[in-house]
């Protein structure tokens, strides 16, 4: 008995913010910019558009594609770092919009590795049989948190949401490991000083722009990679498929630079690794969960393909799932 993923769907906000907007605002370039990150654009939520919104579109998306009434959802994981309220959880909010009464919900911090954490948990309780049908969602507002006058982390991020669907399934198919991993001891490379109980938002917060994310990128760059290659390995191996039997891996995007260092350690095609950071940038949480309902939407995804998901992210986290489609 496997835990399964039986759709997905993703939403992204209409705002397209391009590189060249990006000039205007600060001091970059957009040949720095596409040629440092492979970033392109990225979409950005309106002012009225919170985590939670964008998370229920991704939510009835996938819902509806599978035909599952909202009654029958009995969990609801949502991964996010930019939850609409500190409390309650950005899952309540979502389970209400959706009107998914006979849910219980709740939010999982693991920042670009969320998704990962949340399938992973969606898998425990599916297999103990705590649940029947999970609904995961991912879902960020990056742009929330986003110091717009910091040009070395506001090129790099966007807002957007996916969601799985899941039940458990005798087919063989489903998911078939997973591997998860954080170290606390790098946290404050790549954090939101400010806002919760460690230093609660005051003016003096506010004045010293404590409430954006602060990032040391080429520190979490080369962490990222290393970590990013473990898990993929890790969870291959542990779900015997070899490197000539991947189809597809599906990495969180944050820069191409890192994407392409693992596929070329992990000896893949450009066919075979999943790549729309060109036109999203980093939604964090959200990045696999829209790039796994992306591909699935264009049918990319073929029944019994071995997928690969992999993540890194603040925390450090990072994370694995090898699935059969
Ligand atoms: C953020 C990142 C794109 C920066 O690229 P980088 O090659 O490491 O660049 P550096 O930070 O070393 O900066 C190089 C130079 O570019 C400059 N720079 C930074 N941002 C810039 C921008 N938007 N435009 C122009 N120049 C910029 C820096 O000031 C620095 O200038 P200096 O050499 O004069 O000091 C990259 O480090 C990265 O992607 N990191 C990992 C992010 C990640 O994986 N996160 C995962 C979890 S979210």
């Known amino acids: 008995m496997k835990a399964r993923i039986i ?6 906000p209409e705002r397209i913010l ?21 970033i392109l654009e990225r979409r950005i939520a309106s002012e009225n558009e919170a985590t939670s919104d964008m998370g229920s579109a991704a939510g009835a998306a996938a819902l509806e594609k599978a035909g599952v009434s909202p009654g029958d959802v009995d969990t609801v994981i949502c991964a996010t770092i930019t939850p609409d309220h500190l409390f309650p959880s950005t899952a309540c909010l979502i389970q209400k919009k959706l009107k998914l009464s006979n849910a219980f919900a709740y939010d999982i911090s693991a920042a670009c590795s969320g998704f990962l954490y949340s399938l992973a948990s969606a898998e425990s309780l599916l297999k103990s049989g705590a649940a029947e049908t999970v609904l995961v969602v991912a879902a960020e507002k990056m742009s929330s948190i986003t ?23 005798d087919s063989g198919r489903g998911i078939l490991s997973t591997y998860m991993k954080s170290d606390g001891n790098m946290g404050d490379l790549l954090i939101v000083p400010a806002g919760g109980s460690r230093m609660p938002a005051s003016e003096k917060t506010v004045a010293g722009r404590l409430h954006y994310l602060r990032m040391q990128g080429n520190e979490v760059f080369k962490v990222a990679v290393r970590n990013m290659l473990e898990s993929a390995q890790a969870v291959a191996e542990e779900a015997g498929i070899h490197s000539d039997e991947i189809n597809l891996v599906i990495p969180h ?7 392409d260092a693992i596929a070329k350690r992990l000896k893949l095609g450009k066919d075979q690794v999943y790549v729309n950071l060109d036109r ?9 969960a829209i790039s796994l309902a992306e591909a699935d939407s264009q ?3 073929k029944e019994g393909d071995n997928i690969i998901l992999v993540s890194f992210g603040a925390g450090f986290t990072w994370a694995g799932v090898a699935l059969q489609w």
């Open 299 to 301: 049918s990319i995804l």
């Open 7 to 12: 759709s997905t769907g993703y939403y992204l």
């Open 253 to 259: 995007q944050a820069n191409l630079r890192i994407i």
């Open 147 to 169: 110091d717009w006058k910091d040009r070395s982390t506001c090129v790099l991020f966007g807002d957007g949401a996916g969601a799985a669907l899941l039940k458990r399934d």
């Open 18 to 38: 391009t590189n060249k907007d990006l000039e205007k605002m600060v001091d970059t370039t957009e040949e720095w910019i596409t040629q440092r990150t492979g």
């Open 280 to 288: 999203t940038g980093n939604t964090s949480a959200a990045s696999i």
